[in-house]
Structure formats: structure tokens, C-alpha cells
């Protein structure tokens, strides 16, 4: 499997991989790493300490052409592997990693528009927004906006369509110098938060669409209690964040 690479007028060539991480998803992964195989990408797995099962079938994965594995020791929730993946990837010599979700959720043929994206724009942050269908719990679907009304609130701005979807691609070199300043927390926090703290750092972002349906596995690591406090925990964080940025944003705003 060969590397994606291509060359913009200025810029050094694309080399992007898929990233997925992966908790317990072992009836998931499979089918789906076979389907992102159309996109021609390596694919990097992070086995976020997985049980006996679902480890088998990721060192099985990863005995396969095109394929890599990172296993941590331990659990840490879905921000800390994607934190330690993206700075693995970097180490393997990718300049951009396509994250996406391990139970299949994700339509393969909204991805492509994003490495055209990185093509396009080798510093933007492409981030997927969610286009469900008719298989997304209600209660899902409206609570995701809570999040969505505080986010705007935290950068004074709707550029920030959706950042719970599963989807998006990083440059690494940004990226990771950004994670070395702030970790941006361990567990689903991570997603909004960082992408909060790109767009305050003035980062170039584009907003994609991404057809989601619900999972194979019917597999969630969202638990309600735990991830409500850090989420909540988070925004109040990014508020007095943006307290002591609201003249510079008020600014960009205005612009």
C-alpha cells in the first residue's frame, strides 16, 4: 500500500495516514480498516489497552502490508490515543494524520475530501461535521448541541461547525507542538478542547460534511456521568480561556 503523496506549487509533498483508535472494537475494526482501504492510505492503529480479544485482532491487523500498531499498556481514554498516534505518526514520517472512528460509522466516501483538503492547504485542520440518518438516537443527536452552543461561546465564533464528529485531519507538526502546550485532556473532551485551542492560536480550519450512521458493534465508551463532569469541566476551563483572549477574538471577529 503506498503512501498518499502529492505536491502543491510551494509546499513539500502530503504523506498522510489513516489514524484510528481503538478500545474493545474488535467485531468493528475489521470491516472497517477493509473498507478505508479504498482511500490507499497506511492505516495506524492504537490499541488504547484493549482486552485479550480485540488486542488478537489488531496484531493480526498489523502483520498486514500498509499497517502499523501502537498498543499502550493501559487504558487512558480516547484523547490520550489519539495524543500518543498523532505523535506516533509523526515519528513514522507523516506529515498528516486522517483520524477517524473504530466502529464503521463514518461514510468512506465523504474522506477523500479531506486529504484534497491537505492537498489544497498543507497547515488547514479539515474537520468533519456530522450528516446523520435516520439511525442516530434522538437524545444523541439534540444533546451534541449543548456542546456545539458552548463551543461557539468559548471562541465567540461558528467556525467550529461540530467538534464531537469522529473525523478530521491533522497536520502533525502543528498539531503535536500544540499538544506539547496544552494535552487538551485524556477522554472525549479531547476532541472539542483541541480544536477549540486551534482556532484560538489562529489555526486555518475548513468545516467538511460526513455521513454518519450508527455503529456496527453498538459499542459506546461515553460514560454518562464521568464524561459529563470532564466535558463540563472543560468548558469552564475554555471560558476563563477566553476571558483572557475576548479583546484579540472580539478583533477577529469584527474582521
Not at 450528516?131 to 468559548?154: A, E, F, G, K, M
Amino acid at each position: 500500500m503506498k503512501h498518499f503523496c502529492s505536491s502543491t506549487a510551494g509546499d513539500d509533498s502530503i504523506i498522510a495516514c489513516v489514524l484510528i483508535p481503538v478500545y474493545n472494537h474488535e467485531s468493528a475494526i475489521g470491516p472497517t480498516c477493509e473498507a478505508l482501504t479504498s482511500l490507499g492510505l497506511p492505516i495506524v492503529l492504537v490499541d488504547d489497552g484493549s482486552h485479550a480479544r480485540c488486542a488478537g485482532v489488531l496484531a493480526e491487523l498489523a502483520e498486514r502490508d500498509g499497517y502499523r500498531l501502537l498498543t499502550l499498556p493501559r487504558n487512558g481514554g480516547k484523547g490520550a490515543a489519539v495524543r500518543a498516534g498523532l505523535a506516533f505518526a509523526e515519528r513514522e514520517g507523516f506529515t498528516h494524520a486522517l483520524q477517524v472512528d473504530a466502529d464503521g460509522q463514518h461514510c468512506i466516501d465523504d474522506l477523500p475530501a479531506f486529504i484534497e483538503a491537505a492537498r489544497r492547504d498543507p497547515e488547514l485542520l479539515a474537520i468533519g461535521y456530522a450528516c446523520y440518518d435516520h439511525s442516530v438516537p434522538r437524545h444523541r443527536y439534540y444533546s451534541r448541541y449543548i456542546t456545539h452552543v458552548w463551543v461557539w461561546c468559548n471562541t465567540l465564533s461558528t467556525a467550529l461547525r461540530d467538534t464531537m464528529c469522529g473525523v478530521r485531519l491533522y497536520p502533525l507538526g502543528m498539531t503535536n507542538a500544540l499538544l506539547h502546550r496544552h494535552t487538551c485532556g485524556n477522554r472525549m473532551e479531547f476532541d472539542s478542547e483541541v480544536l477549540v485551542r486551534w482556532y484560538w492560536q489562529g489555526g486555518r480550519l475548513v468545516n467538511l460534511p460526513v455521513r454518519v450512521s450508527y455503529p456496527r458493534d453498538g459499542i459506546s465508551h461515553f460514560r454518562l456521568v464521568r464524561d459529563n463532569l470532564l466535558m463540563a469541566r472543560m468548558h469552564l476551563r475554555l471560558t476563563l480561556g477566553m476571558l483572557r483572549r475576548l479583546f484579540p477574538l472580539l478583533r477577529r471577529r469584527a474582521q
